[in-house]
């Protein structure tokens, strides 16, 4: 049951940062989404088309941060089968992720506003990367239809167990404790949203901590757990 409780507020909390960094990266770099990147990938085709070079740059940079950071968290933590991730994978995980996220942070705070345009595309990258690696850590705890940073499956999931209601006992109980656990993620990232955007008209420059602090406490979450089951036994 810890273990179980583990993962739930890890993924919610997850999906929490991925909140904040859209509304962060929405507001105060470019209006682009470093989190959601259909968003990006859709305002990165309609700017080409426009031929607004600025806005694509502001998007281009999202997405491939984003990519470059799945790609590394992939390379270097996400090779084992998933019947043997244990904590200490995640913890490697999210470790990498509070790289990028202190760099962002260090950067926002110690940088004059506004900001240059290179400072910029080089945030977005950064934001974007450590939303790349926690895609890749969702990945390696594998909740069914759960994501922290696309939220499509999760909310079709829903939608779905409220469409078509389990008869069975044991279906029933499963189906709605996926429910919770979904509906959780999503009023999380609303959560995330609503607290960047709060904290950003009051000051801009500490919208940067959230994300950080939120991965931190999942990161600390994961370590004092120690020795655990595998993920796949949650």
């Known amino acids: ?78 090779r084992r089968p998933q019947e043997t991730v244990r904590a200490l994978d995640l913890r ?33 990258a950064l934001s974007g990367a450590a939303m790349g690696m926690q895609n890749v850590t969702a990945r390696q705890i594998e909740v069914p239809a759960v994501n922290t940073v696309v939220l499509n499956n999760t909310i079709t999931s829903v939608i779905v167990t409220l469409a078509r209601p389990s008869k069975k006992v044991q279906h029933s109980v499963q189906s709605s404790k996926g429910m919770m656990r979904h509906s959780g993620v999503i009023a999380s990232y609303i959560a995330g949203a609503l607290a960047a955007g709060f904290v950003a008209a009051i000051d801009k420059t500490v919208t940067g901590i959230l994300p950080l602090l939120a991965v931190l406490i999942v990161f600390l979450l994961f370590w004092r757990l120690g020795p655990s089951p595998a993920v796949a036994d949650k």
């Open 92 to 124: 490697h995980l999210l470790a990498a992720e509070l790289i990028p996220l202190a760099g962002f942070v260090l950067a926002w705070q110690m940088l004059p506003h506004p900001l240059p345009p290179g400072v910029v595309y080089g945030l977005l």
């Open 1 to 78: 049951p810890r273990w179980q409780h583990s993962i739930t507020i890890s993924i919610i909390l997850l999906a929490f940062t991925a909140g904040t960094s859209d509304v962060m990266s929405y507001l105060q770099l470019g209006h682009v989404f470093t989190s959601a990147t259909t968003g990006s990938t859709a305002l990165l085709g309609l700017a080409v088309s426009r031929g607004k070079w600025t806005a694509a740059a502001h998007a281009g940079s999202a997405l491939g941060g984003f990519v470059a950071g799945g790609f590394i968290a992939a390379v270097t933590h996400g």
